[in-house]
């Protein structure tokens, strides 16, 4: 199997405070994880593609010094919200790749994150 | 860049009848094409892919989609919905250049008893 955990499974924080998600492979190991972020409704948007032991390429619009992403082992890897607002409540999606040339994404079962 | 289309917004069908959920692409070079399903307050689950071979690919829950370069479309069918096919489900491709996936934005699949 290819299973993706992610923890919390829902998460209320205060604004202006940090909270720390994080997403493991279960497994297997993955080289490379990716974060999104769903509104309700809506598609998944690609927030971060992150490779084990290097810095997280994000995507355009995204700000990394506000979406932290740490991806410091091949089964583990973490996002944080900085300073979070009202505006970034919503559900936080991880999925993972076994390897370079694996085609297929395993999808954590996400976070929601609401902020008050 | 790459995209992927879904028409419909949401797909009612009653249970029994067949069911298909469209997904149309632009990519350059070889498409490869995902199906995903999601369930309320959860992660997406892989259904089947197209990489090479094969028009017709068959997934889990009984479901296929075929694939069609010359409409470039990938339409998920399933030949006798369940009610439990209730779900949201987002097409997806991932051009050979890139590591990324990118999403439709989802058909919502009703089943009704």
Not at chain 1, 27 to 52: C, G, H, I, V
Not at chain 2, 66 to 77: G, R
């Amino acid at each position: 199997g290819a299973v993706v955990s992610q923890h919390p499974s829902w998460v209320i924080c205060k604004s202006g405070t940090s909270v720390k998600i994080e997403c493991r492979s279960l497994d297997f190991q993955a080289t490379t994880m990716f974060w999104y972020r769903q509104f309700p409704k809506q598609s998944l948007m690609l927030m971060a593609t992150s490779n084990e032991g290097s810095k997280a390429t994000y995507e355009q619009g995204v700000e990394k010094d506000k979406f932290l992403i740490n991806h410091a082992s091949l089964t583990l890897s973490t996002l944080t919200v900085t300073s979070a607002h009202p505006e970034d409540s919503s559900f936080y999606i991880c999925s993972a790749r076994k390897g370079q040339l694996s085609y297929e994404q395993y999808f954590g079962p996400g976070t929601r994150l609401t902020v008050t | 860049a790459q995209s992927v289309a879904q028409p419909e917004d949401q797909v009612n069908v009653a249970e029994g009848n067949p069911l298909t959920v469209k997904c149309t692409y632009s990519v350059s070079g070889n498409p490869y094409l995902f199906w995903y399903v999601q369930y309320p307050n959860r992660g997406l689950q892989f259904l089947l892919k197209y990489i090479t071979g094969d028009n017709l690919v068959k997934g889990s829950y009984g479901f296929e989609a075929e694939f069609n370069k010359s409409q470039t479309s990938f339409h998920l069918k399933k030949p006798s919905a369940l009610v439990s096919d209730s779900a949201l489900y987002f097409c997806a491709v991932r051009d050979t250049g890139f590591q990324k996936l990118v999403f439709g934005t989802g058909t919502r699949l009703l089943v009704s008893p």
